[in-house]
């Protein structure tokens, strides 16, 4: 067990396994998107169906997971104090996943209603929780790497937040909005400054205790946020002149630079790990940090082939690789492995000293995760090549989604078991209810 966590404070498990439940379903409206539009979904990154599905799975299955993750990783591992998790939980959970589906609807029709309506839900659910959270990073008495990345990773959601809603404000009144200016802004501290900051901020704990890897060298974890900030920061100079345009594609290669170094750092340690059994964490991680290398190589060869990189399926390209290889495969691997943790963990408070609760292993059959595992990868292989041949785009699209219907399966069984072992535990009278 990490020597710095600490449980007291630690919310109901319904916290966080609210939102862990209902984000592979985005996933798998995202796929069933693809099932039904085909190819053309993926002519270029600014067709409405494009935009739904980068959408579902930014503000439907990665947000829903990363918000429900912080409720669970501030009290435990930072050391933060959430204010009323379990009823700012309840507000957040429900009006974040309305927004993302009216939202998603919006893009098709360009309803004005949807926008607006979507935009203000955001604004509440994000900005509630961004105060009360926010307020809790900063008043936690923890020093480190880890919790000046978590403030990064908060700041670059209140930005991507606020960007997004300015955007689907001007979408709704049709506004001369300069939309490729503003929706790379949006995106880079979406994907950069919150979601990469959240999950490498998670990782310098969850990497090194679950994987059994050598900690992440201090000179990596004390620059990447600043590093990460000061990209971001030039790239959104944009927003306000034309200085750096001559520098924009310099700006994004050098972001996704510091995003790699981060990764194959990642991929260093986890090939120097004590325990050399196979992990399905591990697998899913490895593929994640392997995806990053090839967005960056992807990215360079683009740069200096401008006839690949002004190809409208090259943006699509990219597209795949961060959101479904880097983010779903990550974040699919943590979740894995945190249900069954915070299952042990609630159980273990349940028992007191008098019974061991069970084994996480117990918690999502190995064999069910390892076969998910495979079709995820599968299913990512399959999208990549239906960027190039846009026929293999229906058959991508069922196996993504089949995948992230698996996943959700694996997370109620998790759930299933958690219910189980508790109600053996009552029976036996070795545990109370609190």
């Known amino acids: 067990m990490h020597p710095d966590l600490s449980f007291d404070q630690a919310p109901p498990v319904s916290v966080p396994y609210r939102f862990f439940l209902t984000a592979p379903w985005f996933g798998v409206a995202a796929g069933l998107l693809l099932v039904i539009q085909g190819g053309d ?34 009290p435990v591992a930072a050391g933060g104090n959430v204010w009323q998790a379990n009823r700012l939980a309840s507000l957040v959970h429900p009006v974040l996943a309305v927004a993302a589906v009216l939202l998603v609807l919006a893009f098709p029709s360009s309803t004005p209603a949807l926008f607006h309506a979507a935009a203000g839900l955001f604004a509440i659910a994000l900005g509630s929780y961004g105060l009360i959270v926010g307020i809790a990073l900063w008043r936690t008495p923890a020093q480190g790497a880890t919790i ?100 924009r594609g310099r700006i994004w290669l050098m972001g996704l630079l510091v995003a790699t170094t981060w990764g194959v750092v990642t991929l260093r340690l986890q ?94 059959p190995d064999v069910s995760m390892f076969w998910q595992m495979r079709l995820h990868f599968s299913a990512l292989a399959l999208m990549l090549c239906s960027v190039v041949w846009p026929i293999l785009t229906r058959p991508a699209g069922a196996l993504f989604a089949l995948s992230c219907a698996w996943m959700g399966v694996n997370l109620l069984i998790g759930v299933k078991s958690y219910r189980q072992f508790k109600v053996q535990i009552l029976a036996s009278g070795a545990g109370s209810e609190s």
């Open 148 to 247: 000046l990345t978590l403030r990064v990773a908060l700041f670059g959601l209140m930005v991507t937040a606020t960007l997004g809603v300015v955007l689907a404000i001007g979408l709704g009144l049709q506004k001369s909005l300069d939309l490729f200016e503003w929706t790379n802004v949006h995106a880079a501290w979406g994907l950069g400054g919150w979601a990469l900051m959240l999950i490498a901020g998670v990782s310098y704990f969850v990497v090194p205790m679950f994987q059994l890897t050598p900690k992440y060298p201090a000179w990596l974890t004390r620059t990447l946020p600043w590093a990460m900030l000061a990209v971001l920061c030039l790239w959104s100079s944009q927003l306000i002149g034309d200085g750096f345009v001559w520098l």
């Open 271 to 364: 090939f120097r790990r004590r325990r050399k059994v196979p992990d399905i964490t591990l697998t899913f991680f490895r593929g994640g940090m392997l995806s990053l290398v090839a967005l960056f190589i992807s990215a360079l060869l683009f740069e200096v082939n401008p006839n690949w990189g002004t190809h409208p399926r090259a943006d699509v390209w990219l597209g795949v690789l961060i959101l479904q290889g880097v983010f779903v495969s990550v974040i699919n691997g943590m979740l894995y492995k945190i249900m069954p943790f915070l299952n042990w963990l609630h159980l273990q408070r349940l028992c007191g000293l008098t019974v061991v609760p069970p084994n996480m292993k117990k918690m999502i």
């Open 41 to 74: 979904a993926l002519v270029s990154r600014w067709t409405p169906q494009a935009l739904m599905l980068t959408h579902l799975l930014t503000v439907g299955f990665m947000l829903q997971a990363m918000v429900g993750a912080l409720f669970q990783f501030i």
